[in-house]
């Protein structure tokens, strides 16, 4: 069964806003990534936040975890056309099992 | 530093027939990973070699797919025969450490007729 789940399924804000999307998952996690995708291209790593670490940083990006709910969010703060891409959460369950990936939210950016 | 590449870009095919494609990973990168992403769906994992062997290939949906890596640089997966289920992008990934940030290639769309 999926292990991510990204919410919403598609946004839409003007350049300047902040983007917040939404992660849940099932099982115990060792950590969790969120990756871009331009379209036609491949997908770009963007933050990885270990099963222990609460919240990370990365430029306009803000990543948080709850294990106990089993959700994670991906803020981007001050969006620019450019952010326009499909934004992906992966999880790396507990043991050696591979990167199981969610459906995406496909944010636009409208200048 | 060249980062991951695919080849092709794009495969238009006959159902029955076969096609290989091809991943080329970062320059020492040990681990090698291939998924797939059906349209509409999400991205799945099929399988991922740790230099030429085979550490795990439970996402392999059938022995129709054969994924090779012989020397443990670039790896092939071949398809054979193509089904019209198989259609969707093939990525490529590949990374330093295991279950750490894995770097992709643009995928090759696959078509099957």
């Known amino acids: 069964s999926q292990q991510g789940e990204e919410d919403p399924q598609a946004l839409s804000i003007q350049e300047g806003e902040n983007a917040t999307m939404n992660c849940s998952y099932k099982t115990s996690i060792n950590n969790l990534q969120w990756y871009r995708q331009n379209s036609g291209r491949g997908l770009v790593h963007l933050i990885l936040i270990r099963s222990n670490e609460r919240e990370k940083h990365s430029g306009r990006l803000r990543v948080t975890l709850d294990t106990s709910k089993k959700s994670s969010s991906l803020l981007i703060t001050a969006s620019r056309a450019a952010d326009t891409a499909s934004y992906f959460c992966a999880t790396v369950p507990s043991g050696n099992t591979p990167l199981v990936f969610g459906k995406g939210t496909r944010l636009s950016v409208i200048a | 530093e060249a980062g991951v590449t695919q080849f092709p870009s794009h495969s238009v095919i006959e159902k029955g027939q076969t096609v290989t494609l091809r991943c080329d990973p970062i320059?020492?990168?040990?681990?090698l990973y291939w998924y797939r992403r059906v349209m509409g769906k999400e991205i799945k994992f099929l399988l991922h070699f740790v230099k030429e062997s085979k550490q795990d290939e439970s996402g392999m949906p059938n022995n129709r797919f054969l994924a090779e890596r012989t020397g443990g640089t670039y790896s092939t997966l071949k398809v054979q025969p193509a089904e019209l289920e198989d259609s969707g992008v093939y990525f490529c990934?590949?990374?330093?450490?295991?279950?750490?940030?894995?770097?992709f290639g643009p995928g090759t769309r696959l078509t099957v007729l």
């Open positions: 320059s020492g990168h040990d681990n």
């Open positions: 990934a590949s990374s330093q450490v295991w279950h750490n940030e894995q770097f």
